[in-house]
């Protein structure tokens, strides 16, 4: 996920242009050059942060800026004994 980020006197003497970013992507307030707050929409807040999805809903979510790339670690199993 791609996110802005804006510091926050810029956000206190501009907070129009931090919602017009928010709108595109979150937007990352930062202070002393730390991130503090997220400023999001309300649409994505409702959708990513109010209800937890189930495994079926995180597996079936196509949108393509998601950024959740499933990629599992190899499992190596050299140097295990295992009875059969």
Do not use: C, I
């Given at each position: 996920m791609k996110l802005s980020s804006m510091t926050s006197a810029a956000f206190n003497q501009n907070p129009s242009r931090a919602k017009k970013e928010a709108d595109k992507q979150p937007l990352v307030i930062?202070?002393?050059?730390?991130?503090?707050?997220?400023?999001?929409?309300?649409?994505?807040?409702?959708?990513?942060?109010?209800?937890s999805?189930?495994?079926?809903?995180?597996?079936?979510?196509?949108?393509?800026?998601?950024g959740k790339?499933?990629?599992p670690e190899r499992v190596d199993f050299s140097g295990r004994d295992v009875a059969f």
């Open positions: 930062t202070e002393h050059g730390e991130a503090s707050y997220v400023l999001v929409t309300y649409a994505d807040f409702t959708m990513n942060w109010t209800k999805k189930t495994l079926l809903d995180a597996l079936a979510d196509r949108s393509p800026d998601s790339d499933f990629e």
